[in-house]
């Protein structure tokens, strides 16, 4: 067993978080109602239990990848990534929201996060683009004023045109 910690923590921060948090997990009884599991994947990312959190709303989804409430897993999945920095994996969450559930009330907000994420990892066109099929796909949505305020801040200030100098005979 100290052998596995060791080879996960030559993997990195995140492979050893992973495997921090498989071990924890045997000590949970999982339930199998699935509105009782999610409700313990929720109870552990609000107790700041992020790794188990993810590996349980993983879990969820490929038990229950059709359920309603496999959407919701998803955004969750990738606000963990968000808030650990892993922008590649958060855009792959929200991503999943939009494409197998498009007519989840998280559509919006997830197609407002997946641009966040690019926008942070310098993919600003793409992140401009997902803004305005936001704006234009759900317009009535909060995440589409926060799209519309956060392409403003996106596209470049038009610079103010010079006066040509007059020039010297």
Do not use: C
């Not at 959407?71 to 606000?79: C, F, I, N, V």
């Amino acid at each position: 067993e100290d052998n596995d910690r060791r080879f996960a923590a030559l993997k990195g921060a995140g492979a050893l978080e992973s495997y921090e948090a498989k071990k924890k997990l045997e000590d949970i009884k999982k339930p199998s109602d699935k509105a009782a599991f999610f409700a313990l994947a929720q109870k552990n990312e609000g107790a700041g239990e992020k790794a188990v959190a993810r590996e349980l709303y993983d879990e969820y989804v490929r038990k229950w990848p059709s359920d309603p409430r496999a959407a919701d897993a998803h955004y969750r999945l990738g606000e963990i990534h968000f808030s650990e920095k892993r922008f590649r994996e958060s855009i792959l969450s929200f991503g999943k929201v939009a494409q197998d559930f498009p007519r989840s009330d998280k559509v919006p907000d997830a197609l407002f996060r997946t641009a966040e994420a690019m926008a942070l990892i310098d993919l600003k066109d793409d992140a401009k683009a997902i803004f305005e099929d936001l704006m234009k796909r759900f317009p009535k949505s909060t995440a589409a004023g926060k799209a519309k305020s956060r392409l403003a801040d996106l596209s470049p200030k038009a610079e103010p045109k010079k006066k040509a100098a007059p020039k010297k005979q």
